[in-house]
Structure formats: structure tokens, C-alpha cells
């Protein structure tokens, strides 16, 4: 059985203590691939430095996190398109609108959404979208590039049935993390309205730790208690959840 961790933060510092072995926990547990969302210019280098260390296992993104889009972001955006010349990139992310913490640049979150939108159309990539407390407002931006070459994810995703069949119609799949196994999240009711050919895994590592280690550090090993409550979920087998979602993740990101 083999599993893609779609969207993990190995590089963080979160992980400067023993990340070797948390990547080899992963490996063990049947994580072939580990992908690596970016944030802004400054955690670029420490993301590369990841992918050389984990070679074929760890892929890398860019793009500028909603929640780092401030005064300088057009700066940040021209220093981030500058770098995807230089190196291989499976996917624009992490890019989208984040209202949980800060509504202040809502404006520039948008502009900021449709630039690195057209920048990944135009180089033919997936994007990695984040979506917090903001689905009218992503919505919004994704349908003005409908049937313009738009794909990707809507990362950790946590909707209801309407707004997964809305991300579905766009041509998106859904990122599925620890959420789904948390008790009272509806998660799982979604879920099994959306065909299993529509999801992919994730685990937003270090952060949304599955039941039972919710609270605690999150990792890429714990791919596999994502995947066994969907197959749970949709009453078949983890091996044959497993080969679904990983067929979609490949051909997502074209590794």
C-alpha cells in the first residue's frame, strides 16, 4: 500500500529536532511521496534544503501563504516567480484568502489569489488552496478562471456537501486530513457524499494531528489513520482507498 501526503510542512522548525526520522517513520509506513507547500520568501530555502536532504520523497511548492500577504506582497510575489525559474515546482501553493486571523488585507489576498492563479495556469500547474472562513471569497476568484486550464486542491478541506460538489464541478479535488476523524466535524458525512475519485490525502503536518494524537504534533506517518476512516467511511478495503487517492495525486501534480 502506498500513500502521497499531499501537503506537509516538514521544513518547519517544528522538525529540526529529529525531522530525519520522521521522514523515515513516514517511509515505513507505505508514504512514498511527501509534498511540501510553501509559505513566503523566507521559508523557500529551508523548504529546498528539505528536498535535497529527502531526495524523490519530498516535492516542493511555491507561493505566498494568504496569512503572509501584507504590505510587501507584490515584492514577495515578484521574488517567488523569479525563484520558479530557477527550479522545479509540482504546484503554486499554499495561495488563497484566510479571514480566521486577519481580515485587513482582504484586498490584496484576492489580487494577490488571482495573479499566482494565472501564474499556475500559465505554466500548466495544479494550485494548493487555502480556504479559511473564506469559501464565498475563494469561490469568487475560482470561478472567474473556469474552463481556463484551472486545477488543484481545496487544502484541509472542511465544507459542507454543496460547497464539495461546488469544488468538485470546478474540477478540484478535496484535501483530506486529520479533520475527518474528529468527532464532531460532519467531515465524514461530506465525505461520503463525494466519490472517493475526489479526495486526496494530506495531513497539514506539523498542525490538525488525527484522533488519537489530535493536540499533539502532527506527521506524515499518520497518513495512514486518514486512510483507514475513509476506507471505514465508504465500506471498502485501505488498500483500495490507498491506490485511488494516490492515482489522483499523481496525476494531479504529474509526478
Known amino acids: 500500500m502506498q500513500l502521497i501526503d499531499t501537503h506537509t510542512h516538514i521544513y518547519l522548525p517544528e522538525f529540526d529536532t529529529d525531522r530525519d526520522e520522521v521522514v523515515g517513520r ?9 509534498l511540501m507547500p510553501n509559505i513566503d520568501v523566507y521559508s523557500v530555502d529551508q523548504m529546498l534544503s528539505a528536498e535535497s536532504r529527502f531526495p524523490e520523497i519530498c516535492f516542493p511548492m511555491i507561493g505566498l501563504h494568504p496569512t503572509s500577504v501584507k504590505g510587501d506582497y507584490i515584492s514577495q510575489l515578484d521574488t517567488l516567480e523569479n525563484l520558479f525559474l530557477k527550479h522545479k515546482f509540482v504546484a503554486i501553493g499554499e495561495i488563497g484568502i484566510d479571514l480566521y486571523w486577519d481580515k485587513t488585507f482582504l484586498k490584496e489576498q484576492i489580487i494577490a489569489l488571482e495573479r499566482q492563479i494565472s501564474f499556475a495556469i500559465g505554466n500548466g500547474l495544479p494550485v494548493v488552496i487555502h480556504s479559511r472562513e473564506s469559501f464565498p471569497e ?20 472542511t465544507g459542507n456537501i454543496e460547497e464539495a460538489e461546488r469544488a468538485i464541478d470546478l474540477g478540484f479535488k478535496l484535501g483530506i486530513g486529520g479533520i475527518v476523524t474528529f468527532k464532531n466535524s460532519g467531515l465524514d458525512k461530506v465525505v461520503k457524499e463525494a466519490a472517493p475519485e475526489n ?6 503536518s506539523p ?22 476512516k475513509l476506507a471505514d467511511i465508504y465500506g471498502i478495503d485501505e488498500e483500495e482507498i490507498a491506490s485511488i487517492t494516490f492515482a489522483s495525486s499523481t496525476a494531479l501534480f504529474n509526478l
Open 26 to 34: 513516514a517511509v515505513s509506513s507505505g508514504i512514498v511521496k511527501m
Open 138 to 157: 475563494v469561490f469568487s476568484v475560482l470561478e472567474e478562471f473556469r474552463g481556463k486550464g484551472l486545477k488543484g486542491v481545496l487544502h484541509a478541506f
Open 199 to 204: 479526495l486526496i490525502l494530506e495531513t497539514d
Open 207 to 228: 498542525y490538525l494531528a488525527p484522533t488519537p494524537n489530535r493536540g499533539k504534533r502532527n506527521e506524515s506517518s499518520y497518513l495512514y489513520i486518514i486512510n483507514k
